[in-house]
């Protein structure tokens, strides 16, 4: 049934490229315009990460809605004198111009909705704390712009978009009245503006990383234009489809900002995985192709439908290879809902159709590609010049295939017994630095480093103390006297908080208070236990907390109680898709521990370099010594996949053809993302880098030996369980029912025989090829004249 559905399919490979085409067309403008919907990143929401069902974020909306609001742009000059009150009278003068400009533009009060410095006046050396729109070296003043909480939504978003169109032009006369100073602007609307222009650059970059690497990797892995053409494609149709998805699913839930370019990243493992798993389906079927094209008394649509046959055999042939690929791909993305992070689980929403999507794209648009390519191809071949084999670039070419196609069997550390050993000690020690691993939640501004928000959070705290926001607000149904009876409580038993403030009303309904830490620079474990003071639930009322501080702390507790379930979660997975695909649980047993070592290590490696502030030189505000910890997961997950193909190819493949292409299109998006000046893709892009490099340790020290120990007679690594052996052969039954093709017509044994014989390594006693039994190599013989495929031989 699988050979006859995918003949037909590949038949009609012309239809399907053209639909393919059309789809691309559309997707692209779906993307980009929305149809007058909106773009996909136009659709999305520049917020901070949170925890699922979050405490933290409920108080925030209770502030909210009590009138507090978050829309306070701020106005940042630095470089200005105002050491005493001459200098400060003078940068008065200079700011006239300034504060009508923004009273006639903004339409704003002075007074009212807007603050600036010079209106408070000059503070006295006993009044320092009068004048807090001051720094304190008195080199730096603020602005500040309200908007009116009594306006409506509609009110509110208008005033926004005047600052978004006036503010610039304001900046620029600041700059010209303070020649030596720096404006900065801390504007919500400047901030959703900026980190949606941030993710357009890093997704469009990580795109076209992708897609020259695809070319890159595929060519080299394969050394066929037509097999990297076709790969390219299916990655293009691939990230296209995943960022439509992201914009159809914007109608329903809310997309952060920062997700976009999270989404294309992880659509290139996605599709470089599935496009590699395909390459290693279709092995070596462009030399049979080649040979049929030489047999002169068959004709150009007699050697198609010979292609189209073949290529359906194979996907027959390695039907389990492909069940498994997608299964652990669906399985990976699963781990994302373990973290309980509101970021991850809407990308898992957004990856699990995006999975279906790039598998339907590899299995059916991908072949119809190529062999409209290959039709191509061999029109322009009987036309090409054929360099001379004393040619520099046929040498290079050569000695680059004779490199490439060196089987694990004969790899230097294949015979060493020792090899495994120490790729297991090297691994363990790359994992060290897990211990040490410091994850932080960002906020809105920091997932997409919106600069000047940041640079303006970063120095209010050093510079204007009195405008800093309290790291504690707590809000509660209840007087404002019985809320200070509770806050001199908590002042009398903690030593890390002490009240900002007195308990004021909020509303109508609530009163607040606020805490701050009693010593700067807290460690983790104080603040944890600081929030847990004041969330201590009080007699005689209902209270929440909400700060910046403790959405960082809920959503980092969060995170990490969930890693156990995170572990357990992709062992399990891990061994169960191994088992099901060898059938032998030793076999099992000893990936899933190399590979859980190779994605430790991979962490380990990441969190490091950031620990060692090796990253600290790299673009972006924030990369610091703190991992995030979203991209902390979504790179773990990433990792599994890579590591997954350099685990699984040894039972298909001869040859790491495919784990090579993965390598290549991982490692230099990596860098893109390691480039991309974002704290969560620099994350993610680290881990995904070092997964790149433990990969080929695991693949140069442990799978030739594996493979070795395997081939042995009566290995214990050999034969499948019984019921495994039963399932497979039902699942072959189930899937074999089904009309058979007809109309392909049958060609000579020769036609199919390998164009280059000396790569064709002989059969041996103890060489066996996967999943073919000797009922499927009957039916083979019969159907499909063809010698043992070379790359399916295990060495």
Not at 413 to 418: D, L, Y
Not at 661 to 675: E, K, R, V, Y
């Given at each position: 049934?699988?050979?006859a559905?995918?003949?037909?399919?590949?038949a009609?490979?012309?239809?399907?490229?053209?639909?393919?085409?059309?789809?691309?067309i559309?997707?692209?403008?779906?993307?980009?315009?929305?149809?007058?919907?909106?773009?996909?990143?136009?659709?999305?929401?520049?917020?901070?990460?949170?925890?699922?069902?979050?405490?933290?974020?409920?108080?925030?909306?209770?502030?909210?809605?009590?009138?507090?609001t978050e829309?306070?742009?701020?106005?940042?000059?630095?470089?200005?004198?105002?050491?005493?009150?001459?200098?400060?009278?003078?940068?008065?003068?200079?700011?006239?111009?300034?504060?009508?400009?923004?009273?006639?533009?903004?339409?704003?009060?002075?007074?009212?909705?807007?603050?600036?410095?010079?209106?408070?006046?000059?503070?006295?050396?006993?009044?320092?704390?009068?004048?807090p729109?001051?720094?304190s070296?008195r080199?730096a003043?603020v602005?500040?712009?309200?908007?009116?909480?009594?306006?409506?939504?509609?009110?509110?978003?208008?005033?926004?978009?005047?600052?978004?169109e006036?503010?610039?032009?304001?900046?620029q006369?600041?700059e010209?009245?303070?020649?030596?100073?720096?404006?900065?602007v801390?504007?919500?609307?400047?901030?959703?503006?900026?980190?949606?222009?941030?993710?357009?650059?890093?997704?469009?970059?990580?795109?076209?990383?992708?897609?020259?690497?695809?070319?890159?990797?595929?060519?080299?892995?394969?050394?066929?234009?037509?097999?990297?053409?076709?790969?390219?494609s299916?990655?293009?149709?691939?990230?296209?489809?995943?960022?439509t998805?992201?914009?159809?699913?914007?109608?329903?839930?809310?997309?952060?900002?920062?997700?976009?370019p999270?989404?294309?990243?992880?659509?290139?493992?996605l599709?470089?995985i599935?496009?590699?798993?395909?390459?290693?389906?279709?092995?070596?079927?462009?030399?049979?192709?080649?040979?049929i094209?030489l047999?002169?008394?068959?004709?150009?649509?007699?050697?198609?439908r010979?292609?189209?046959?073949?290529?359906?055999?194979?996907?027959?042939?390695?039907?389990?290879?492909?069940?498994?690929?997608?299964g652990?791909?669906?399985?990976?993305?699963?781990?994302?809902?373990?973290?309980s992070?509101?970021?991850?689980?809407?990308l898992?929403?957004?990856?699990?159709?995006?999975?279906?999507?790039?598998?339907?794209?590899?299995?059916?648009?991908?072949?119809?590609v190529?062999?409209?390519?290959?039709?191509?191809?061999?029109?322009?071949?009987?036309s090409?010049?054929?360099?001379?084999?004393t040619?520099?670039?046929?040498r290079?070419?050569?000695?680059?295939?004779?490199?490439?196609?060196?089987?694990?069997?004969?790899?230097?550390?294949?015979?060493?017994q020792?090899?495994?050993?120490i790729a297991?000690?090297l691994?363990?020690?790359?994992?060290?630095?897990?211990?040490?691993?410091?994850?932080?939640?960002m906020s809105?501004?920091?997932?997409?480093?919106?600069?000047?928000?940041?640079?303006?959070?970063?120095?209010?705290?050093?510079?204007?103390?009195?405008?800093?926001?309290?790291?504690f607000?707590?809000?509660?149904?209840?007087?404002?006297?019985?809320?200070q009876?509770?806050?001199?409580?908590?002042?009398?038993?903690?030593?890390?908080?002490?009240?900002?403030?007195?308990?004021?009303?909020?509303?109508?309904?609530?009163?607040?208070?606020?805490f701050?830490f009693?010593?700067?620079?807290?460690?983790?474990?104080?603040?944890?236990?600081?929030?847990?003071?004041?969330?201590?639930?009080?007699?005689?009322?209902?209270?929440?907390?909400?700060?910046?501080t403790?959405?960082?702390?809920?959503?980092?507790?969060?995170?990490?109680?969930?890693?156990?379930?995170?572990?357990?979660?992709t062992?399990?997975l891990?061994?169960?898709?191994?088992?099901?695909?060898?059938?032998?649980?030793?076999?099992?047993?000893?990936?899933?521990?190399?590979?859980?070592?190779?994605?430790?290590?991979?962490?380990?490696?990441?969190?490091?370099?950031?620990?060692?502030?090796?990253?600290?030189?790299?673009?972006g505000?924030?990369?610091?010594?703190?991992?995030?910890?979203?991209?902390?997961?979504?790179?773990?997950?990433?990792?599994?996949m890579?590591?997954?193909?350099?685990?699984?190819?040894?039972?298909?493949n001869?040859?790491?053809t495919?784990?090579r292409?993965?390598?290549?299109?991982?490692?230099?998006?990596?860098?893109?993302?390691?480039?991309?000046?974002?704290?969560?893709?620099?994350?993610?892009?680290?881990?995904?880098?070092?997964?790149?490099?433990?990969?080929?340790?695991?693949?140069?020290?442990?799978?030739?030996q594996?493979?070795?120990?395997?081939?042995?007679?009566?290995?214990?690594?050999?034969?499948?369980?019984?019921?495994?052996?039963?399932?497979?052969?039902?699942?072959?039954?189930?899937?074999?029912?089904?009309?058979?093709?007809?109309?392909?017509?049958?060609t000579?044994?020769?036609?199919?025989?390998?164009?280059?014989?000396?790569?064709?390594?002989?059969?041996?006693?103890?060489?066996?090829?996967?999943?073919v039994?000797?009922?499927e190599?009957?039916e083979?013989?019969?159907?499909?004249?063809?010698?043992a495929?070379p790359?399916?031989?295990?060495?």
């Amino acid at each position: 049934m699988i050979k006859a559905i995918a003949s037909r399919l590949y038949a009609s490979y012309e239809l399907i490229c053209a639909v393919f085409l059309a789809a691309i067309i559309a997707m692209t403008l779906t993307v980009s315009t929305g149809f007058g919907q909106g773009s996909v990143i136009a659709r999305t929401v520049p917020v901070a990460d949170t925890a699922v069902n979050s405490v933290i974020a409920e108080t925030r909306q209770q502030l909210l809605s009590e009138g507090q609001t978050e829309q306070t742009t701020a106005i940042l000059v630095e470089g200005v004198d105002l050491s005493n009150e001459a200098a400060f009278d003078a940068a008065s003068q200079k700011f006239t111009a300034a504060r009508a400009d923004i009273e006639k533009s903004l339409k704003v009060t002075t007074g009212e909705n807007f603050l600036d410095p010079f209106t408070l006046g000059f503070p006295k050396a006993n009044e320092e704390l009068a004048n807090p729109l001051l720094s304190s070296n008195r080199k730096a003043f603020v602005a500040l712009l309200f908007a009116p909480s009594t306006d409506t939504p509609a009110k509110q978003a208008e005033f926004q978009a005047r600052i978004s169109e006036n503010l610039p032009r304001i900046e620029q006369e600041i700059e010209k009245a303070y020649p030596n100073s720096t404006v900065s602007v801390s504007s919500p609307a400047f901030a959703q503006e900026q980190a949606q222009n941030n993710a357009s650059k890093g997704t469009l970059i990580i795109i076209l990383v992708t897609l020259l690497a695809s070319l890159i990797a595929f060519y080299v892995a394969t050394g066929k234009a037509t097999r990297a053409f076709a790969s390219f494609s299916s990655i293009l149709g691939s990230q296209l489809a995943a960022l439509t998805i992201t914009w159809l699913l914007s109608f329903f839930i809310t997309i952060p900002t920062s997700l976009v370019p999270l989404v294309a990243l992880a659509t290139t493992v996605l599709s470089g995985i599935s496009s590699a798993v395909f390459n290693a389906v279709d092995a070596y079927s462009l030399e049979y192709r080649e040979n049929i094209e030489l047999a002169g008394d068959h004709g150009p649509r007699t050697r198609r439908r010979a292609r189209i046959e073949y290529l359906a055999q194979r996907m027959k042939d390695k039907r389990n290879l492909i069940i498994t690929a997608i299964g652990i791909t669906f399985a990976s993305i699963l781990i994302l809902f373990a973290a309980s992070l509101n970021h991850l689980v809407k990308l898992a929403i957004i990856l699990l159709p995006t999975v279906i999507a790039v598998w339907a794209i590899e299995l059916i648009a991908t072949p119809s590609v190529l062999l409209l390519a290959e039709r191509f191809s061999q029109r322009w071949n009987h036309s090409k010049v054929t360099l001379p084999e004393t040619s520099p670039i046929v040498r290079a070419q050569n000695w680059l295939r004779q490199r490439l196609a060196l089987p694990y069997a004969q790899t230097p550390f294949s015979k060493n017994q020792a090899a495994p050993g120490i790729a297991a000690l090297l691994l363990i020690l790359a994992s060290l630095p897990c211990i040490v691993i410091s994850p932080r939640a960002m906020s809105a501004a920091e997932l997409m480093d919106a600069s000047q928000t940041v640079h303006f959070q970063q120095t209010a705290r050093q510079a204007f103390p009195q405008m800093v926001d309290p790291d504690f607000v707590v809000i509660a149904q209840t007087s404002p006297t019985n809320l200070q009876k509770w806050a001199d409580s908590i002042n009398s038993k903690s030593q890390l908080v002490v009240a900002k403030n007195e308990a004021t009303t909020l509303g109508e309904r609530f009163a607040t208070v606020s805490f701050n830490f009693r010593q700067p620079d807290p460690t983790f474990k104080e603040m944890r236990t600081a929030l847990a003071q004041v969330s201590t639930p009080a007699q005689g009322f209902e209270h929440g907390v909400y700060s910046d501080t403790a959405r960082n702390i809920e959503a980092v507790d969060s995170g990490v109680s969930n890693v156990p379930l995170a572990i357990t979660l992709t062992v399990i997975l891990s061994l169960g898709c191994l088992f099901l695909l060898s059938g032998n649980i030793w076999w099992s047993i000893i990936q899933t521990i190399m590979g859980g070592l190779t994605v430790t290590a991979s962490v380990g490696l990441a969190a490091g370099a950031f620990k060692l502030g090796l990253f600290k030189i790299l673009p972006g505000t924030l990369v610091e010594n703190r991992v995030d910890l979203g991209g902390l997961y979504l790179g773990g997950v990433l990792a599994i996949m890579i590591t997954a193909v350099t685990l699984l190819e040894p039972l298909s493949n001869r040859r790491p053809t495919a784990t090579r292409a993965t390598w290549l299109i991982s490692g230099l998006t990596a860098l893109a993302a390691i480039f991309s000046g974002f704290i969560q893709l620099a994350t993610t892009g680290a881990i995904m880098l070092a997964s790149v490099a433990m990969g080929m340790l695991l693949s140069v020290l442990v799978n030739p030996q594996l493979l070795e120990l395997r081939n042995q007679q009566d290995s214990k690594l050999q034969g499948k369980h019984p019921r495994i052996q039963k399932l497979h052969d039902r699942l072959h039954q189930a899937l074999e029912k089904g009309p058979r093709l007809k109309d392909v017509k049958k060609t000579n044994k020769s036609d199919w025989e390998p164009a280059d014989q000396t790569d064709v390594e002989p059969q041996t006693a103890e060489a066996k090829t996967d999943e073919v039994s000797e009922a499927e190599t009957a039916e083979l013989a019969s159907s499909t004249p063809n010698t043992a495929d070379p790359e399916d031989t295990e060495q």
